[in-house]
C-alpha cells in the first residue's frame, strides 16, 4: 500500500485565498506535524490537500468515457484503449490505489490535529471565524474519507480499511475487508457529519454562533453527505454488490435517494436548462449538490474539438450506440437520410453531427463525410462519426496565437438529475413495476424520470402509465445513458448492473454523394470484455508488497 508516514513529508497547501468561489492551491512542504498543526493557515492546508484528491474525469486522453460504449478515442496511441483492447491486466492495472493517500492523511488529520486552539491569534479579528472552520475539518474530512473509501469499493470489492495511522509494516500486513462492511462505514459517517455542515457556507454569518464574512465554496455540504449515502445505497443495493437482489437494499436505496430528493426540494436546489451542467459557471447551476472545482484550462477543447482544427485532437468521440439512445421526439424510428433531425433535445447539445457549425471558434461547418475536413483519411479524426460537445467550452479559441489557457471547468460530482434517476432505479426493483409506489414512496419510478425528461429545454414525452418490466427498464438504461453522458456513470453502471458488461460499439461512416446528399453506413467495433473486468485488478506492485492481498477472480 502507498502509504508513508506522513511526518517524513507533507504536501500541503495554503489556506483559502479571499475568493469565495474556489480554493487556491499553493504548494508548499512541511516535516514536522508540530509545524504543521500550529498555524491556521497550515493546518487548513493539510485539509485543503485532502480536497486535492477528489476526482474528475474532464474528457482528457483518458476519459473513462472511451472504455465503454458512450465513445471511442480517436488516438489510438492513448492508453485507455487497453480498457478495451485486452491490455487491462494486474501489471497494467489503472491502479485507484492512491486514494489511500488522502484516506491516510485523514486518519493523520483526526489523530494529530485535536483540541488545537491557534492561542498566537487569539488577538486577530477572525479568530473565531477561523476556529469555527477548524471545528468543522474534522466533519469534513471524514466525509471525505468515506467518499475515498467509495471510490475504492466501486472499483475493487472488498479493500483494505482502516481508521487508524499504520506503520508501513503494519499497511503491508493488511487483508482486504468485505464490501459490504466498508459500506456501513461510509453510511454510518455520512449520517454522522450531515447535520454538523452546512447546507451553503454562504449562508453562514458572522456571529458568534460561528458563521464566516468570507464564505467558502468548493467545500463538502450536508447536500454531498446525504448524496455520497444514496449513491453509495445504490450501489450496495446492484447486482454486483447484491447478488441476490436483495429488495431491502433496494428499498434503503430508494429511502435514501428520496431524502436527497427532498433536501434538494428544501433548499431551492431544482432542475434547470440542461446545458447549465457545463461552461465556466456550471458549478453556480441550480440543481448542483457538490461540484468539484478544477481550475482555469483549456485542456478539455484541445483533446476534443474536432481534427482539422488548429491545435486539435479529436479526441472522446461519441458513439453511434450512445446516439442511438436518444429517442425521437415524436417516438417515430430515425430518417436513415436525415437520421438527427427530430431527436432529444439534449443530442443537438451534446453531440455535433456532420454539417454542424462547432466550436464557435471552427470558421466552417463540420465536414465529418469521408474525405472532409474533419474526417478521415486524416490521421486521429473521429473513427465514429461525431465530435463531443459536452463539457467542452465552444467559446474558447486554442490556435497558437489567441489561446489563452482556458476558462474555468468544474466537475460536476453530485447534482439532482442523478438522484431522480437513482430513486427511479431503486423504487422500481423495490416495487417490482414502473408506477409502484405507497405511503413512503409517493413517488413512482416512472413519474421520477418523467421529472428529467421534463427539465428545462429537453420536454421529452412521458414514459406512459402501465409499461412492463422489460420496456421500462430498457428505457431506464437508455434514460440515463443520456441524461448523465460524460459525467463519469456510464462505465460504473454496465457494472453495477452485471447485465454483461459492454462487448461493442456502434460507429457511422458518412459518404457524400454526387448530388451532395449523404449517406450513413453502420459499423460495428468489437470490444474485449471478459467478466473478471467487473472489477478492478489489484495491482501486482501493492501484492508483491503485502502478500496477505488476494487478488480479484480472473486477473
Known amino acids: 500500500m502507498k502509504l508513508k508516514n506522513i511526518c517524513l513529508g507533507i504536501v500541503c497547501v495554503a489556506a483559502l485565498s479571499g475568493c469565495t468561489d474556489k480554493m487556491d492551491y499553493h504548494e508548499y512542504t512541511s516535516y514536522d506535524k508540530e509545524y504543521v498543526f500550529s498555524d491556521f493557515g497550515r493546518t487548513a492546508g493539510f485539509v485543503n490537500n485532502i480536497y486535492s484528491y477528489l476526482d474528475y474525469d474532464l474528457l482528457g486522453t483518458t476519459s473513462l468515457a472511451s472504455a465503454c460504449d458512450e465513445a471511442e478515442m480517436a488516438l489510438t496511441y492513448s492508453n485507455v484503449l487497453d480498457y478495451t483492447n485486452g491490455n487491462w491486466t494486474a501489471l497494467n492495472p489503472k491502479s485507484q490505489w492512491n486514494y489511500y493517500t488522502p484516506i491516510r492523511a485523514v486518519n493523520y488529520y483526526l489523530k494529530n490535529a485535536k483540541d488545537l486552539d491557534f492561542y498566537d491569534l487569539r488577538f486577530n479579528q477572525d479568530y473565531e471565524e477561523q476556529m469555527n472552520r477548524y471545528k468543522r ?20 470489492g472488498d479493500v483494505p480499511f482502516t481508521t487508524e495511522v499504520l506503520t508501513e509494516k503494519e499497511a503491508n500486513s493488511m487483508v482486504r475487508t468485505p464490501a459490504s462492511e466498508i459500506f456501513d462505514f461510509i453510511v454510518n459517517e455520512c449520517d454522522a457529519v450531515a447535520l454538523e455542515l452546512p447546507i451553503k457556507y454562504s449562508d453562514l454569518e458572522n456571529d458568534a454562533a460561528g458563521g464566516s464574512t468570507n464564505p467558502e465554496s468548493g467545500r463538502v455540504t450536508r447536500g454531498m453527505a446525504l448524496a455520497l ?16 437482489e436483495d429488495k431491502e437494499l433496494y428499498k434503503d436505496a430508494a429511502t435514501a435517494n428520496l431524502e436527497v430528493i427532498n433536501y434538494c426540494n428544501e433548499n431551492n436546489i431544482k432542475l434547470g436548462n440542461y446545458t447549465d451542467l457545463w461552461g465556466a ?30 491545435n486539435a485532437k479529436s479526441g472522446n468521440c461519441p458513439t453511434q450506440t450512445l446516439v442511438d439512445a436518444y429517442e425521437m421526439k415524436d417516438g417515430s424510428e430515425p430518417n436513415p437520410k436525415d437520421p438527427y433531425t427530430g ?10 453531427v456532420n454539417g454542424d457549425k462547432w466550436p464557435n471558434t471552427n470558421p466552417d461547418p463540420l465536414e465529418i463525410y469521408v474525405g472532409g475536413r474533419n ?32 476558462k474555468r471547468h468544474s466537475w460536476v460530482t453530485f447534482r439532482l438529475g442523478e438522484f431522480l434517476l437513482n430513486y427511479a432505479e431503486a423504487a422500481f426493483k423495490y416495487f417490482g413495476s414502473a408506477d409502484g409506489k405507497d405511503d413512503k414512496f409517493t413517488m413512482s419510478a416512472r413519474e421520477a424520470v418523467n421529472k428529467v425528461r421534463k427539465r428545462t429545454g429537453v420536454n421529452m414525452p412521458d414514459f406512459p402509465e402501465g409499461m412492463n418490466h422489460d420496456s421500462f427498464w430498457s428505457r431506464y438504461k437508455n434514460e440515463r445513458m443520456v441524461e448523465l453522458a460524460f459525467e463519469g456513470h456510464r462505465f460504473w453502471d454496465v457494472r453495477r448492473w452485471k447485465e454483461g458488461g459492454v462487448k461493442s460499439i456502434d460507429r457511422v461512416v458518412i459518404t457524400k454523394n454526387s448530388d451532395d446528399s449523404f449517406t450513413y453506413t453502420r459499423n460495428t467495433k468489437s ?11 489489484i495491482p501486482d506492485t501493492e501484492r508483491r508488497k503485502n502478500t496477505n492481498l488476494t487478488q480479484n477472480p480472473g486477473w
Open 343 to 352: 431527436r432529444d433535445p439534449r443530442f443537438a447539445m451534446c453531440i455535433a
Open 375 to 406: 474526417a478521415s483519411p486524416i490521421a486521429y479524426a473521429t473513427p465514429t462519426g461525431y465530435y463531443l460537445k459536452k463539457y467542452v467550452d465552444g467559446s474558447t479559441d486554442i490556435s497558437a496565437s489567441t489561446s489563452s489557457g482556458g
Open 229 to 244: 449515502k444514496a449513491r453509495v445505497l445504490l450501489y450496495r443495493a446492484s447486482k454486483l454488490f447484491n447478488e441476490s
Open 527 to 537: 470490444l474485449v470484455w471478459d467478466d473478471k473486468m467487473y472489477f478492478y485488478p
Open 281 to 310: 459557471d456550471n458549478w453556480k447551476a441550480s440543481e448542483m449538490i457538490f461540484v468539484r472545482r478544477v481550475g482555469d484550462t483549456d485542456d478539455p477543447e484541445r483533446t476534443n474539438f474536432p481534427i482539422g482544427m488548429e
Open 137 to 156: 475539518y474534522q466533519y469534513e474530512v471524514r466525509l471525505l474519507r468515506a467518499y475515498y473509501y467509495f471510490l475504492l469499493v466501486r472499483a475493487y
